[in-house]
């Protein structure tokens, strides 16, 4: 038996799960430090569920925290950004781009160095060591703790990076250093902003982590803990301790693969309607489609892995405003205050579910406290609310016929039985905590992202399949049963201006988590 958790803005929902079997399954109001909420998920499931704790083999954990911090510009750590690249890039330094708030709460420490390659894998200029211990011995006295390293186009090559790590590592020991080439893609800009943030998060990491495993001790359970990637893969505490940028945008990811396993739908566009917000995304055989540019957290551009995922400012909880013979939804919302605020809970805010209540699709709260609202104006608000979803999933869309729909939440109450451009609308059974479902049921998987000469030693089936295999034997590495895996998305690009006719290719293997029985929730 395993535990899903899902930390939303507004709702933790929490499922036991045997197999693909629901158990049990809870929905409450996310508490303010959202541990708590996580711990009394726990207990609720356990109770409701008459399970014994030491029969949970593991708990699998989806979280906000890390993508809020950014957005908030809280609880974020000084980052010593260092870049290689000199004598080229001097035109547009680290953070550039960034809004003030976000980078008064980093701090601007860049430090230009040389080094960096050329597109075709020549130096820029080599690495100058004394140059770096210089730039330690300057970390060090600003008491900075944490370090991004870029090197210009290390995706191709990033010995220069390791290099660089290890001599800082000699002047600051304890330092949190993040590599770029372990973290985004080609684009200078994008993949230091990526390799920034999450440097900066490197304290957050530990003490989010430690206070999950304080929730699971408190509980009684003595199981493995995952947290859930924006991948829809399971990764370790340890993992995620280091790179808590892979958490973003796992909620979504989760739901996803949750409508996924519901539905029986590999291929098919999911809705996930929350209490803020609607996210639309594509399923593409099983797992949610790769965004392919530059995604924007808290108002900077990245370009490390994250979902195709299209957000619109509608929940449950969104702010319903009449007036003038117009409708405006969203996308202010009264979020987690949902249950004191809204008219059919005696507040006296006119919200989402007010109007999802007062057309018959909802029951919660008092219906009568509803009941004086006009119907044109409910079924036109309604009306509203399906036809900017129904563009959405358009927008979502790679061709114009019809594709099946899923739509999930707790809010998936403001669509009616069918959407305008589906295939089919389809509201499974415990659609409400599919995000919950989809972190239980996450599998591990492993990723080859590689550069590969193509010629007479190695032909372009050898390279592909020399990636198949390495993708799987990461995903055995990372837990993954070796008999379950499988090969889920294969990418492949000529890079034109490489020497030695150069391929990538991108390898994506996924398989079922492996339990064991060591605790990661020890002391």
Request: charged content about 25%; aromatic content about 4%.
């Amino acid at each position: 038996m395993r535990i899903g958790i899902d930390v939303g803005g507004t709702n933790t929902d929490a499922v036991l799960m045997d197999g693909d079997r629901v158990l049990a399954e809870i929905k409450q109001s996310t508490s303010q430090d959202v541990t708590t909420g996580i711990l009394n998920g726990l207990r609720s499931l356990l109770q409701q569920s008459s399970v014994a704790p030491g029969r949970i083999e593991a708990v699998m954990i989806g979280t906000t925290h890390f993508t809020n911090a950014v957005v908030e510009a809280r609880r974020l750590l000084e980052v010593a950004s260092v870049r290689l690249g000199l004598p080229a890039t001097l035109a547009l330094p680290p953070m550039v781009d960034w809004p003030d708030r976000l980078a008064g709460a980093v701090g601007r420490h860049p430090y230009l160095c040389h080094g960096g390659h050329e597109f075709d894998g020549r130096e820029i200029a080599p690495l100058d060591r004394d140059e770096l211990r210089r730039v330690a011995e300057d970390i060090a006295a600003k008491g900075l703790r944490a370090v991004a390293i870029s090197s210009v186009f290390s995706p191709i090559n990033e010995e220069l990076e390791q290099q660089a790590a290890d001599i800082i590592r000699e002047t600051v020991p304890d330092a949190a250093i993040s590599l770029s080439a372990q973290i985004g893609r080609l684009g200078l800009l994008e993949r230091e902003n990526a390799a920034i943030i999450n440097a900066c998060l490197a304290d957050l990491a530990v003490h989010i982590t430690d206070a999950f495993r304080a929730a699971l001790r408190e509980s009684g359970i003595d199981a493995p803990m995952y947290l859930s990637q924006n991948d829809g893969t399971l990764m370790t505490v340890e993992y995620a301790e280091k790179y808590p940028v892979a958490t973003f945008a796992s909620g979504p990811t989760n739901s996803m693969r949750g409508a996924a396993l519901l539905s029986g739908l590999l291929d098919c566009a999911v809705v996930d309607i929350g209490g803020t917000t609607s996210d639309i995304g594509m399923l593409m055989n099983g797992f949610p489609r790769e965004a392919k540019a530059t995604v924007e957290i808290g108002g900077v551009r990245t370009n490390f892995r994250m979902p195709d995922v299209l957000p619109l400012g509608i929940g449950g909880g969104s702010l319903v405003v009449w007036g003038g013979g117009d409708v405006v939804v969203g996308p202010e919302s009264v979020g987690y205050e949902l249950t004191k605020r809204a008219l059919v809970f005696g507040g006296e805010t006119l919200t989402a579910s007010d109007i999802a209540v007062a057309a018959g699709r909802a029951d919660m709260g008092d219906p009568e406290r509803v009941a004086h609202l006009d119907r044109a104006q409910v079924k036109a608000t309604l009306q509203s609310i399906e036809d900017r979803i129904a563009e959405a999933v358009d927008r979502m869309k790679t061709a114009s016929t019809p594709v099946p729909v899923v739509v999930v939440g707790g809010g998936s109450v403001l669509l009616g039985d069918s959407l305008a451009g589906a295939a089919e609308l389809v509201r499974p059974e415990h659609s409400g905590v599919a995000n919950a479902i989809g972190a239980a049921i996450a599998q591990v998987g492993g990723e080859v992202d590689q550069l590969f000469s193509v010629g007479a030693e190695l032909s372009r089936d050898q390279a592909l399949e020399r990636a198949r295999e390495l993708a799987a034997e990461r995903a055995v590495s990372a837990g993954a049963k070796s008999d379950s895996v499988r090969i889920v998305d294969v990418e492949e690009l000529a890079l034109a201006y490489v020497p030695g006719n150069a391929v990538r290719i991108k390898v994506k293997a996924v398989g079922d988590l492996e339990l064991g029985r060591k605790s990661v929730a020890a002391d």
